[in-house]
T-cell receptor, first 114, second 111 residues
Framework: DVKVTQSSRYLVKRTGEKVFLECVQD?????MFWYRQDPGLGLRLIYF???????EKGDIPEGYSVSREKKERFSLILESASTNQTSMYLC?????????????FGPGTRLTVL | SQQGEEDPQALSIQEGENATMNCSYK?????LQWYRQNSGRGLVHLIL?????REKHSGRLRVTLDTSKKSSSLLITASRAADTASYFC???????????FGQGTRLTINP
């Protein structure tokens, strides 16, 4: 079974702090994704990556950056956390081959910025 | 940009009844997928239907796709308390690896 893990289930940070959210997948997937989920807004794509060192902006990249130095790891970085970045963050991965682009999700990190 | 929109936003039924959720989308798609999310957890893939398919079954799940109306429905038969969750549809454009998710339907099964 595909396993996607996220470094923390719950995280509390202060405004202005630099925050790292880590995601690791164990199925050699090419694609990795970071979403945030807010009530009434569904899942919104922040950034995604098709390959090591490759990244593309999603729908709401402002205030975030990402890093993919190894195929299995995709990090989301909040350079200077703000209260409006309080949210549930979900990481996902998918295979880059074939027509089935099913995504496998991690358990999520609930981030609170005070 | 959100493409899929689920209807209704919330649904509450009795255990044993069937639950139907609908999804509409705006542009041409490669496939449409349905996911389930239990409270506070990540999403789990349920079923994928390709744009050239009209109906697909998986256990108690039945998905239909009408590309002329740009809509899909998810039917859960003989619902159980464990089916209580949020359900999301997701679509992708041809050649795209990223998915666009709707806002979800929150399903509650009452014992």
């Amino acid at each position: 079974d595909v396993k996607v893990t996220q470094s923390s289930r719950y995280l509390v940070k202060r405004t202005g702090e630099k925050v790292f959210l880590e995601c690791v997948q164990d199925m050699d997937h090419e694609n990795m994704f970071w979403y945030r989920q807010d009530p009434g807004l569904g899942l919104r794509l922040i950034y995604f990556s098709y390959d090591v060192k490759m990244k593309e902006k999603g729908d709401i990249p402002e205030g975030y950056s990402v890093s993919r130095e190894k195929k299995e790891r995709f990090s989301l970085i909040l350079e200077s956390a703000s209260t409006n970045q309080t949210s549930m963050y979900l990481c996902a991965s998918s295979s880059g081959t074939g027509k089935n682009n099913e995504q496998f999700f991690g358990p999520g990190t609930r981030l609170t910025v005070l | 940009s959100q493409q899929g929109e689920e209807d209704p936003q919330a649904l509450s039924i009795q255990e044993g009844e069937n639950a139907t959720m609908n999804c509409s989308y705006k542009t041409s798609i490669n496939n449409l997928q349905w996911y389930r999310q239990n409270s506070g957890r990540g999403l789990v893939h349920l079923i994928l239907i390709r744009s050239n398919e009209r109906e697909k079954h998986s256990g108690r799940l039945r998905v239909t796709l009408d590309t002329s109306k740009k809509s899909s429905s998810l039917l859960i038969t003989a619902s159980r308390a464990a089916d209580t969750a949020s359900y999301f549809c997701a679509t992708d454009a041809w050649g795209a690896q990223k998915l666009v998710f709707g806002q979800g339907t929150r399903l509650t099964i009452n014992p």
